[in-house]
């Protein structure tokens, strides 16, 4: 399956974004996908998850509140609602997947990755 992450932008402090995370090549309905974020410097970090079938999503502490996960299997998109954004959050911002039932947290996890969509948060 082919990953294209799109959305991302310049936003002052306290506005928002929404990410989208298209995929073509197979049917998106078996897939667990992830979103995780590389700041210059940094290593990738996760940010949140989401099930195959929507129901189970995990985040990061340090998203949780701000952001929301969710998908549109008919529409093979997986979205991040990126709300009340801060400094902290600018960074290359990836999304992933994996054929599986569960959630998945880790890089290591994933097998399948887009190229990435820059988010720059301004104070």
């Known amino acids: 399956v082919q990953l294209q992450a799109s959305g991302g932008g310049l936003v002052q402090a306290g506005g928002s974004l929404r990410l989208s995370c298209g995929a073509s090549?197979?049917?998106?309905?078996?897939?667990?996908v992830g979103w995780f974020r590389q700041a210059p410097g940094k290593e990738r970090e996760f940010v949140a998850a989401?099930?195959?079938?929507?129901?189970?999503?995990s985040y990061a502490d340090s998203v949780k509140g701000r952001f929301t996960i969710s998908r549109d299997n008919a529409k093979n998109t997986v979205y991040l609602q990126m709300n009340t954004l801060g400094p902290e959050d600018t960074a290359v911002y990836y999304c992933?997947?994996?054929?599986?039932?569960?959630?998945?947290?880790?890089?290591?996890?994933?097998?399948?990755w887009g190229q990435g969509t820059l988010v720059t948060v301004s104070s």
């Open positions: 090549g197979r049917p998106f309905g078996s897939y667990a």
């Open positions: 989401i099930s195959w079938n929507g129901r189970v999503t």
């Open positions: 992933a997947a994996r054929q599986s039932t569960l959630v998945h947290t880790t890089t290591r996890d994933y097998q399948y």
